[in-house]
């Protein structure tokens, strides 16, 4: 906004070093890890830019008559330093446990290896006993170490792959040995296809019920490749036909208003390649803002 308003709080007033006493608590990081890129992205902050991002949106939720910061109280713990480098691990682990008591850890990526350092270092060996959901276009199984083989690194760190479900896969973005490998680890694997036919509300009750049977914690990665390109320029593997911001949106809010998701990022977004409008920066600066709404309705 270019003249404060009194009246109109932006959405960046409500990040804070301390958490407000009697309000939902949601612990704010940012994990801007790049250098493994399968597609070489810029070392641009992601986090920042979402931030920056944030003061052109109200904490006002229309849908829900409510104002955010009277519910939500969120914590910014900055960026993990060097989150490629060595020792990155112990760093973002730290991180995710910096704020024990909270509701919610909302993590700013970065590309996809943030979700694997992220939530190995919030389970802290004990992955067998969590559930993981991602919305993502790709299946992330592949070999090696990148953005494109997280939940192949945690499925060999104890995850469990009856307990993860993939929402959003899209046609001619992943290969049959992938695919092949999910089905053996006995991933639910929804594509986009099937998100259309039965509606994004049904499949994420659907996809909690699975990742999050008898109460285990679940770790949501929302891969903004998911949606579709003409929405997210700024996500290099983003293919036409994706899922819309208003499906993102419903599905984000509704994940992260069930207790058993404890943590969420966001990721994928290259800020270096989005659009002169910033549309791709704003749709995850929304996505956190639908995040909060979502922990607000708990």
């Given at each position: 906004?270019s003249?404060p308003?009194?009246?109109?709080?932006?959405?960046?007033s409500?990040?804070?070093?301390q958490?407000?006493?009697?309000?939902?608590?949601v612990?704010?990081i940012?994990v801007?890890t790049y250098l493994?890129?399968?597609?070489?992205?810029?070392?641009?902050?992601?986090?920042?830019?979402v931030?920056?991002a944030?003061?052109?949106?109200?904490?006002?939720?229309y849908?829900?008559?409510?104002?955010?910061?009277?519910?939500?109280?969120?914590v910014?713990r900055g960026d993990?330093?060097d989150?490629?480098?060595?020792?990155a691990?112990?760093r973002?682990?730290?991180?995710?446990h910096?704020?024990?008591?909270?509701?919610?850890r909302?993590?700013?990526g970065?590309?996809?290896?943030?979700?694997w350092?992220?939530?190995?270092g919030?389970?802290?060996?004990?992955?067998?006993n969590w559930?993981?959901?991602t919305l993502?276009?790709h299946?992330?199984?592949?070999?090696g170490?990148?953005n494109?083989?997280?939940v192949?690194?945690l499925?060999?760190?104890?995850?469990?792959?009856?307990?993860?479900?993939q929402?959003g896969l899209?046609?001619?973005s992943?290969?049959?040995?992938?695919?092949?490998?999910?089905?053996?680890?006995?991933?639910t694997v929804?594509?986009r296809?099937?998100?259309?036919e039965?509606?994004?509300?049904?499949?994420v009750?659907?996809?909690?019920?699975?990742?999050?049977a008898?109460?285990?914690p679940?770790?949501?990665?929302v891969d903004?490749d998911?949606?579709?390109?003409a929405?997210?320029?700024?996500?290099?593997?983003?293919?036409p036909?994706?899922?819309?911001?208003?499906?993102?949106?419903?599905a984000v809010?509704?994940?992260?208003?069930?207790a058993?998701v404890?943590a969420l990022?966001?990721?994928?977004?290259?800020?270096?390649r989005?659009?002169d409008?910033q549309?791709?920066?704003?749709?995850m600066?929304?996505?956190?803002?639908?995040?909060?709404?979502?922990?607000g309705?708990?």
């Amino acid at each position: 906004m270019s003249t404060p308003d009194p009246n109109w709080p932006t959405a960046a007033s409500m990040l804070a070093d301390q958490p407000v006493s009697g309000r939902a608590l949601v612990s704010l990081i940012g994990v801007s890890t790049y250098l493994s890129s399968v597609t070489p992205r810029s070392w641009h902050s992601t986090p920042e830019a979402v931030r920056e991002a944030l003061t052109r949106y109200s904490t006002w939720s229309y849908r829900d008559g409510v104002d955010l910061a009277e519910l939500v109280s969120v914590v910014d713990r900055g960026d993990v330093f060097d989150p490629d480098g060595e020792d990155a691990n112990a760093r973002v682990a730290a991180a995710m446990h910096h704020d024990p008591e909270a509701d919610l850890r909302l993590v700013l990526g970065g590309d996809n290896a943030a979700t694997w350092r992220a939530l190995s270092g919030l389970a802290g060996g004990d992955l067998a006993n969590w559930g993981l959901i991602t919305l993502d276009a790709h299946l992330d199984l592949r070999d090696g170490v990148s953005n494109g083989s997280p939940v192949r690194q945690l499925l060999a760190e104890g995850l469990d792959g009856r307990h993860v479900v993939q929402i959003g896969l899209a046609d001619f973005s992943n290969s049959p040995h992938y695919a092949a490998r999910a089905r053996e680890a006995g991933i639910t694997v929804w594509s986009r296809e099937v998100v259309a036919e039965r509606g994004i509300a049904a499949v994420v009750d659907d996809a909690l019920a699975v990742a999050g049977a008898n109460g285990r914690p679940v770790y949501v990665d929302v891969d903004l490749d998911v949606a579709d390109r003409a929405e997210v320029p700024g996500c290099p593997a983003a293919a036409p036909g994706g899922l819309s911001a208003h499906e993102l949106r419903r599905a984000v809010a509704r994940l992260s208003a069930d207790a058993r998701v404890r943590a969420l990022d966001l990721t994928e977004v290259d800020v270096g390649r989005d659009s002169d409008d910033q549309r791709t920066v704003r749709l995850m600066a929304v996505l956190v803002l639908e995040a909060l709404a979502g922990v607000g309705r708990r």
